[in-house]
């Protein structure tokens, strides 16, 4: 195991430590059936650490993507 296997990995679960911060969205699945919740037009901006957590999870998303390719590149 090298060392940018072990960094491949603490920024996975960077990744889903960031998601899991990330608070829902939507009303679910429940919400979804039964109609409720439903906002078309509200405006829900993101403000404060919301929208850092947003962006720091697409930022590693983004770094992770990177990686991924430039590991399947050095493994070939």
Do not use: C, H, P
């Not at 960094?7 to 998601?19: D, G, Q, R, T």
């Not at 919301?50 to 962006?55: A, H, I, L, Q, Y």
């Amino acid at each position: 195991m090298n060392w940018y296997d072990v960094l491949f990995m603490v920024v996975a679960l960077i990744i889903i430590i960031l998601s899991l911060l990330q608070g829902g969205k939507s009303a679910g699945a429940s919400g979804a059936i039964t109609g409720g919740g439903l906002n078309v037009f509200a405006k829900k901006q993101e403000r404060g650490s919301e929208k850092v957590v947003t962006w720091l999870t697409f930022g590693f998303a983004v770094v992770y993507l990177f990686m991924a390719l430039l590991l399947s590149i050095l493994a070939a």
